[in-house]
């Protein structure tokens, strides 16, 4: 209770609990300042503090990285307007308390490798992604055009490039190979699976939404290509099942519009596509089989004779039938 607050600190600890050190004079000014940790709860015996419950910040970097992906304007946004934006979207409040914060600001700032918090030229407060997680929103991109959100490791940096227009460069961000900065750079967008020439790159489950919401929808590139043209022209050893998505002047293409292309003459069976994530691997095992000591074809040691064969004399005849 908030009355027992300064007894059961003195018991617990061995010394008084001086609020004046605090600049604080009342235990509701000092619950005030501790908000992100602690919280007051209306009980029928009075007011009971209680500690936070804190909500997953996993969670909530990955809806705000969605969000900043998705961002089509500037290239960064206002502490204030981000905030607004998040409301909008999820119907919710963002309250950094929750997770463990004073500030939106502060809690910003501790996902320094995502998110780059500045003040701009109007002293506002602003947040931008890394160049790291640009190339991530470039990469999440990419793998929006596929089917399954996935492509083949070794065709990953042909891909890129024609979708990107530049060469993808690993030690421009501190990566020595594609491998490298695809495998653990950038854990909450995409990750590598698989085995030896067949590893794959894949999206992230958090990364596959698509925003259309005052003005937030997938980002466009500027080397997109035309209607005319397809989204993506990757090598010619493609797989078979991938697909092509046609762009659209008007916004990103639903799923219903995407078509499967493929070629009679492809050398690569359509079973050596990757398979998708969402699917559970199968697991072939034989029926367990019993083995017991017998003989199988049921030889009999001992063949039973026939039984003899039994008259029986209807009744009220002394003799057999025929006989006198």
Request: aromatic share 8%; charged share 20%.
């Amino acid at each position: 209770m908030m009355t027992d607050l300064l007894k059961e600190y003195a018991k617990i600890f061995g010394y008084t609990f001086h609020l004046q050190n605090y600049d604080i004079s009342s235990i509701s000014a000092l619950t005030q300042k501790l908000c992100h940790v602690v919280k007051v709860a209306d009980i029928e015996s009075g007011k009971q503090i209680q500690l936070i419950n804190r909500k997953s910040l996993h969670s909530l970097t990955a809806q705000l990285l969605v969000l900043l992906m998705s961002w089509e304007g500037t290239a960064c946004l206002s502490v204030d307007e981000l905030k607004r934006h998040y409301e909008t979207m999820h119907s919710t409040l963002l309250n950094p308390c929750e997770y463990g914060f004073m500030t939106l600001t502060e809690l910003l700032k501790s996902l320094p490798y995502l998110i780059e918090v500045f003040t701009n030229d109007k002293t506002e407060e602003c947040v931008k992604l890394t160049s790291l997680y640009l190339f991530a929103k470039n990469v999440r991109s990419l793998l929006h055009t596929y089917h399954y959100q996935q492509l083949f490791l070794h065709e990953f940096s042909v891909a890129y490039t024609k979708y990107v227009g530049e060469t993808l460069q690993p030690k421009a961000y501190g990566y020595s190979s594609v491998e490298e900065i695809l495998g653990g750079a950038i854990p909450h967008v995409a990750w590598i699976k698989g085995h030896g020439h067949k590893r794959i790159v894949v999206l992230k489950n958090d990364m596959k939404s698509r925003l259309s919401l005052l003005g937030l929808s997938p980002a466009n590139h500027e080397h997109r290509p035309s209607a005319s043209e397809h989204i993506l022209a990757v090598p010619e050893s493609r797989i078979a099942s991938d697909l092509e998505l046609g762009a659209d002047s008007d916004g990103p293409c639903q799923p219903e519009q995407e078509l499967l292309r493929l070629t009679n003459d492809s050398p690569v069976d359509i079973l050596c596509a990757p398979v998708p994530s969402c699917l559970p691997s199968p697991q072939l095992r034989p029926d367990p089989v019993i083995l017991q000591s017998a003989d199988l074809i049921q030889f009999e040691e001992h063949p039973q004779e026939p039984p003899a064969q039994r008259w029986v004399m209807p009744e009220g005849t002394g003799a057999f039938p025929g006989c006198e």
